[in-house]
């Protein structure tokens, strides 16, 4: 983009902004299940939009400066506080930088020169970000298939004398299920190490659960053993992107999480999160969301989330050759299928206007479809059923996708450093993906195939060269 001479009007920019987000997957409505969390109650996402722009200018680096940002953030982390079980928190920009937080403070508190922390495969990648930013050594432990729950005895048999964390799911993302966190938490209590539990997705949609008849095991800070827990606002607490909290039992551990340096001339550095300077507008929208739902609007969108997910099981169980993996006590669902490709019947849906998210096999876990269910599926869940059934069928007569013979031992064998973005482009081209801007919304069955056929390491690098080719 080329700097204009002269200012443009609002109307003329609000109008290119229109034609860029075209191609976007839509954010309301319930037909893109993953990434988005929609109420479906419209006035709740304009109030907390509005309280969003009302904060957008009030800089979060001084909370001298702008009390505002302390009372609010006191009101936002004592409710999420209340809910899971007590503790001392921090508002967060999301589950990352709230993971980030407790790594560094396991870590600090520990004093260990070659930490490590112990988590299973389902954990969410942003511990292995984490680990790679701040030193630590990550040490993944196998999770039962057929449950897709953490091995507690080999959760127990990673921890040594240099663990500074261990980690729980609640639930864990791919398939929706909650590890044995009381189990968990008394092995690393047991070792003298802090317990982690990542309660991003479920933190906020498993009290309500509970309140509305789901048998929900103990899982937050009430639980003996578990030190810290993060919540993110911006999922099922419905609020704009943006918003988490990150909990620790103890006071003296949130300081851990603190940065402070004197070791310049200028202001007074003294940090509660990863970033310095932030807006305050997700905190505002967190903020007016709370507010705006209240416990009886939660508990109200936890009974239909409830219902939803228990409607989209069934249905699934009665689409021939589909079946859902584990027995999730969320409202996350995976699904997968010996019968028909997965990723071919992601992209049927997609063109039928619905988004499943693909999720590549590991671990010796199958390749599988996910589906995160909200407020709003409820009013849609029908539809969605029917979309699915559709595209099993459209699947199973167009069988697997053709990826041309050799091209999986040929990325294999590339030295990927060696080609430059435009190269990988034309890689990407010659399989049927379009990474030009404005391309649209790709089929990308042959690519889920391809990568679902490489090593973890290979399919990252892939990865990466996608992303910068996308961003040339």
Sequence with gaps: MNLPETGRTAEDLLAELAGLTEHDLPVRGGQVTSYVYDTGRPEVHDTAARAYAAMLEVNCLDPTAFPSIVEMEKQVVGAVADVLGGGHGVFTSGGTESIMLAVKAARDAAGRSRPNLVLPVTAHPAFHKA???????????????????????????????????????????PQGVIDPVGEIAAIAAEAGVCCHVDACVGGWLLPWLREAGADVPPFDLSVPGVTSISCDLHKFGYAPKGASVVLFADPAMRRRAYFASAAWPGYTIINATVQSSRSAGPLGGAWATLQALGREGYVELGRATLE??????????????????????????????????????????????????PQLSY?????????????????????????????????????????????????????LDALDDATFAELAASVGVDLRPGSGQPRMAVVNTVLDALPAPLREAILIRFLSVIYS
């Excluded at 299928?337 to 049927?348: G, H």
């Design 131 to 173: 680990a790679h930013y701040l030193g630590v050594e990550v040490r993944p432990v196998p999770v039962d298939l057929e449950t897709f729950k953490a091995d507690v005895r080999a959760v127990a048999d990673a921890v040594d004398e240099d663990t500074v964390l261990v980690v729980a799911s609640a639930p864990s993302y």
């Design 308 to 357: 939803a997910a228990d409607r989209l099981r069934a249905g699934l169980a009665g689409i021939g050759g589909l079946r859902v993996l584990g027995s999730p006590e969320s409202t996350l669902v995976a699904f997968a299928s010996d019968e028909v490709d997965v990723f071919v019947l992601a992209d049927e849906a997609r063109a039928r206007g619905w988004f499943l998210q």
């Design 363 to 415: 671990a010796g876990i199958p390749a599988n479809l996910h589906i995160t269910v909200t407020g709003v599926t409820l009013a849609g869940v029908d539809a969605m059923l029917k979309v699915i059934a559709e595209s099993t069928e459209a699947a199973r007569r167009l069988g697997p996708p053709a990826v041309p013979d050799g091209l999986v031992e040929l990325i294999t064998g590339l030295d």
